[in-house]
């Protein structure tokens, strides 16, 4: 089976719900890939999402996002908005519209919608 190079999937889910989100697309096992985070925020977040012996598909990213969003927040409330900046939202303003990897560079990139 060939291996697609890049995938999107366009949802519109509120953030705070992705924490219970369940569609399929899929992370390459044994795999790591760069997940970046910039909206609504002065300095990006990175995080790294290791994918283990199974891979990971779409609803355990989703997950993912909604508990690295949460942790963002917190953390930006925690510094007084020194550590990301995140300006004009709340996190419940904030939809996730879409997710876009690309498995060659190994990076996801996230389409937010407020």
């Given at each position: 089976?060939?291996?697609k190079?890049?995938e999107t ?7 705070r719900?992705?924490?219970?989100c369940k ?20 300095k990006k977040?990175?995080f790294?999402?290791?994918?283990g ?5 779409s609803?355990e990213?989703?997950g ?8 963002i927040y917190?953390e930006?409330a925690r ?12 996190l ?9 990897i ?10 937010i919608?407020?």
């Open positions: 089976m060939k291996t190079i890049r999937l366009h949802v519109y889910i509120p953030v719900r992705l924490i219970s569609k399929d697309i899929f992370l390459l096992p044994n795999k790591e890939y760069k997940l970046i985070i910039d909206y609504p925020l002065s977040a990175v790294s999402i290791k994918t012996k199974f891979g990971i598909g609803n990213l989703m993912r996002i909604g508990t690295f969003y949460e942790w917190q930006d510094t007084d908005g020194e550590k990301f900046g995140i300006w004009g939202h709340e419940s303003d904030l939809e996730l519209g879409s997710i876009e690309n498995h060659k560079t190994k990076k996801i990139r996230l389409g919608d407020s």
